[in-house]
Every structure is written in C-alpha cells, then in structure tokens.
T-cell receptor, first 116, second 113 residues
Framework: GAVVSQHPSRVICKSGTSVKIECRSL??????MFWYRQFPKKSLMLMAT?????????EQGVEKDKFLINHASLTLSTLTVTSAHPEDSSFYIC????????????FGPGTRLTVL | QQQVKQSPQSLIVQKGGISIINCAYE??????FPWYQQFPGKGPALLIA?????SEKKEGRFTISFNKSAKQFSLHIMDSQPGDSATYFC????????????FGAGTILRVKS
C-alpha cells in the first residue's frame, strides 16, 4: 500500500510554545489529507480536512487558530499546534487520500505530543 | 446518523480460532467501509475494505461480510494468531460527506497462544 510519513514521531515541549508536525505522502500525490487526534484507548477523532491550495475545513469544536493547517503541496500537509498547553498532549495522526485508489485513506505512523 | 457502532469492545480468542467483530451504521449514504488495524503507538493500517455492491470480500485470512439491508458489516479473522493482537477499527465514509471517515469505537483483540 501507499506510504505516509510523519515527522517528528514524538515531541516534548514547554507550555506556551508552538509545535509543527509534518505529514508527507511518499509515493502518491494527495489532494486531500486529514488530521486526527487520538486519546489513549479511544477511537480517532477527526480534527480537520486539509485540501491542497485551499483553506482547511475544521470539525465542530476544533479551534482553527489553535491548530493551524497548511497544505502547501500535493505531498505535504503541516499541523501547527500554537501556544501548546498540557491539555493538547495527545497522539496526532494524519492520513492522505490516494485519488488513484478511490476513497482509500492511508495513515501516517502518528506523532506523540507531550506538553509540559 | 453519522455514528458507526462497533462491538465487542474487547475480544479474547484462542490461537487458530476465528475472531469476529461487528459494526452497524445508520446513514445509507455511506458507500465505503474499511477496516483498520492499529498496534500500540502506531498509526492505523488499512486491512481490507468493501463497497455496498458486494456482500463479501476476502483477502487472505481476513473477510468482510456486508449486509446492506441490515446496515451491518463484520470482520472475520480466520486462524487467528498472536500477532493479530491489536485494536481494530471499522469505519464508513461517503463522497457526499467529503470522504471523511467515521470510525467505530474500536475492538481490542487478544489472541492467546
């Protein structure tokens, strides 16, 4: 299957700092990428849909000024957690939709964010 | 309407046995139903997926059974192995809703050797 990478795999930061997470589709071009958040032993919660060349669409209850998404190219989307606080600590996962394999989303390995 | 209900929450199966996980949905607009496998600390990996025009799809030891009239679908893992121990998520999506995946709550599978 297609490969999606995320960087970094884990990050620890101080409260008040901003953290950027990158999501890349390595062997296909993704016009659409998705960002999820997952709490321990819970399901994936969709945060936003990232479309190349346009503004991201955020799910209800997700602060767009807090979680900045940029989809600058067909292979890269970034999520920036601004002014991070301990409650932002979570497992963040991206997925990319491969248009050549209709509707199929491939997930990245996830990024563990810990805010002290 | 957007929910996908998954059961059981956890499952213990003997090695070599059949693991069965069930999901149900309400929204008839859903037209794509994938199953994902997730190991601790990793991202979900696509296992197998089905569309409503077929009632069953098999890939290796994994089979999806789909009942359109009942709005239910299930994952069967044949000859379950300890390496299959993971969390399994069903999901559903529709082009009508931008192909966003709606996930079930997950099933923690443990295969005893």
């Amino acid at each position: 299957g297609a490969v999606v990478s995320q960087h970094p795999s884990r990050v620890i930061c101080k409260s008040g700092t901003s953290v950027k997470i990158e999501c890349r589709s390595l062997d296909f071009q993704a016009t659409t990428m998705f960002w999820y958040r997952q709490f321990p032993k819970k399901s994936l919660m969709l945060m936003a849909t990232s479309n190349e060349g346009s503004k991201a669409t955020y799910e209800q209850g997700v602060e767009k000024d807090k979680f900045l998404i940029n989809h600058a190219s067909l292979t890269l989307s970034t999520l920036t957690v601004t002014s991070a606080h301990p409650e932002d600590s979570s497992f963040y996962i991206c997925s990319a939709r491969d248009p050549s394999v209709a509707d199929t989303q491939y997930f990245g390995p996830g990024t563990r964010l810990t805010v002290l | 309407q957007q929910q996908v209900k998954q059961s059981p929450q956890s499952l213990i199966v003997q090695k070599g046995g059949i693991s069965i996980i069930n999901c149900a949905y309400e929204n008839t607009a859903f037209d794509y139903f994938p199953w994902y496998q997730q190991f601790p600390g990793k991202g979900p990996a696509l296992l197998i997926a089905i569309r409503p025009d077929v009632s069953e799809k098999k890939e290796g030891r994994f089979t999806i059974s789909f009942n359109k009239s009942a709005k239910q679908f299930s994952l069967h893992i044949m000859d379950s192995q300890p390496g299959d121990s993971a969390t399994y998520f069903c999901a559903a999506s529709s082009m009508e809703y931008g192909n966003k995946l709606v996930f079930g709550a997950g099933t923690i599978l443990r295969v005893k050797s």
